[in-house]
T-cell receptor, first 112, second 116 residues
Framework: GDSVTQMEGPVTLSEEAFLTINCTYT??????LFWYVQYPGEGLQLLLK?????DKGSNKGFEATYRKETTSFHLEKGSVQVSDSAVYFC???????????FGTGTRLKVLA | GAGVSQSPSNKVTEKGKDVELRCDPI?????LYWYRQSLGQGLEFLIY????????KSGLPSDRFSAERTGGSVSTLTIQRTQQEDSAVYLC??????????????FGEGSRLTVL
């Protein structure tokens, strides 16, 4: 079945450092790919998405490119801030389905 | 309200008791999902509703778990004879559903269940 694998955390960075959180997936067809973020004490919210190969999703300085050849959707940000400290979840929705499959989440801690 | 509302936010119960968790989705959202988030685990899919029907109950862990949705709106997740391994955060999410679905799930803040 479909699955998502993302790097384990926690990831600890200094402010203004470059961030990469790896995410790879297994799915048939052409899934839609998502990154959700959960800030402390809040519910999950959509950060960005991409619905077809080579699409780049972006929001709040974060980017991720849908790479079908490597089945990846890595999350990147050029300069992180303390306020980016949160848990990040990679997810997919298989083509023609309603089910969203989530990764285990990666906790990011940014130090001032 | 504007967002997905879940209640209770925290529930502590004794092993063997029944619990009910409630989700009030965003008005007009026809799709509703329940997920379970255990410590150190990802989000585990439990059940999906489209309107009042549940075409996919495959994620419910056992027959102690059941869910219903009435009026195409509020949903209740019921866990009977709770066990300690049921301790987790239960998340509800809703979306527009249908061909116009943007793909975005809107999550509630969750119900944290602790079974003693």
């Amino acid at each position: 079945g479909d699955s998502v694998t993302q790097m384990e955390g926690p990831v600890t960075l200094s402010e203004e450092a470059f961030l990469t959180i790896n995410c790879t997936y297994t799915a048939t067809g052409y899934p839609s790919l998502f990154w959700y973020v959960q800030y402390p004490g809040e519910g999950l919210q959509l950060l960005l998405k991409a619905t077809k190969a080579d699409d780049k999703g972006s929001n709040k300085g974060f980017e991720a490119t849908y790479r079908k050849e490597t089945t990846s959707f890595h999350l990147e940000k050029g300069s992180v801030q303390v306020s980016d400290s949160a848990v990040y979840f990679c997810a997919l929705r298989g083509s023609g389905t309603y089910k969203y499959i989530f990764g285990t989440g990666t906790r990011l801690k940014v130090l001032a | 309200g504007a967002g997905v509302s879940q209640s209770p936010s925290n529930k502590v119960t004794e092993k063997g008791k029944d619990v009910e968790l409630r989700c009030d989705p965003i008005s007009g959202h026809t799709a509703l999902y329940w997920y379970r988030q255990s410590l150190g685990q990802g989000l585990e899919f439990l059940i999906y509703f489209q309107g009042n029907s549940a075409p996919d109950k495959s994620g419910l862990p056992s027959d102690r778990f059941s869910a219903e949705r009435t009026g195409g709106s509020v949903s209740t997740l019921t866990i009977q004879r709770t066990q300690q391994e049921d301790s987790a955060v239960y998340l509800c999410a809703s979306s527009l559903g249908g061909s116009w679905n943007t793909g975005e799930l809107f999550f509630g803040e969750g119900s944290r269940l602790t079974v003693l």
